[in-house]
């Protein structure tokens, strides 16, 4: 027990003293809420033709296919040129919009269960730090209920246990947003490259 409560302190602390201000954002990387198209796409501006191409089925379901995690880089990279050979210049711009457009979605659900990770954490720290004063008016009374002890001590074991193993997964899952961007970021410059070529 007492081992487990030295690596939780050892942890905790600088994920608190490190961390940012923000109670909803626990991660290390810094938040940022939302990307622009601006900030992705290395070619021209898209057009009002693009934009409601966009919106068409066929471009939004190949969108989507080239925004999932699953579909390799080197795959979507022949997928977009076999795209780009029987397509226009606006339905290339149409098909970065439809892919951004889904990988911003997937990108904010991403974020938003990042927020509620770090609620839940927050309240079994405060659970964990009652637990800990209990036990310490248990450990502190005259007459001791060992019975009590034992109880409480098992519990601030328990959640404890289970707060560092939320904790290291919370490192994977703030990679999340991040590799979302970067896979944004090489689809665009893959489009981009295509678009010049037509």
């Not at 003293?17 to 909803?24: F, I, L």
Request: proline share 6%; aromatic share 8%; net charge negative.
């Amino acid at each position: 027990m007492l081992k487990l409560i030295v690596a939780f302190s050892l942890i905790a602390l600088p994920v608190q003293a490190a961390g940012p201000a923000d109670p909803d954002w626990p991660c290390i990387q810094r938040r940022q809420p939302a990307l622009s198209v601006a900030q992705i796409w290395p070619g021209p501006p898209a057009g009002k033709e693009a934009q409601a191409l966009a919106e068409t089925p066929e471009i939004r379901t190949f969108g989507a296919e080239l925004a999932a995690r699953r579909m390799p880089l080197a795959e979507a990279e022949a997928k977009i040129a076999d795209f780009a050979a029987r397509h226009s210049a606006d339905e290339m711009q149409a098909l970065f919009l439809a892919t951004f457009e889904r990988i911003q979605s997937s990108r904010a659900r991403v974020m938003e269960g990042i927020t509620r990770y770090a609620h839940k954490q927050a309240r079994l720290d405060q659970a964990i730090n009652e637990q800990r004063r209990s036990f310490d008016q248990l450990m502190a009374a005259d007459e001791k209920d060992f019975d009590r002890i034992d109880k409480v001590e098992a519990e601030i074991d328990w959640s404890t246990r289970i707060f560092l193993d939320r904790q290291q997964s919370l490192t994977y899952v703030c990679e999340t947003p991040v590799i979302l961007e970067q896979r944004a970021f090489a689809l665009a410059r893959l489009m981009a490259a295509a678009l010049k070529g037509l």
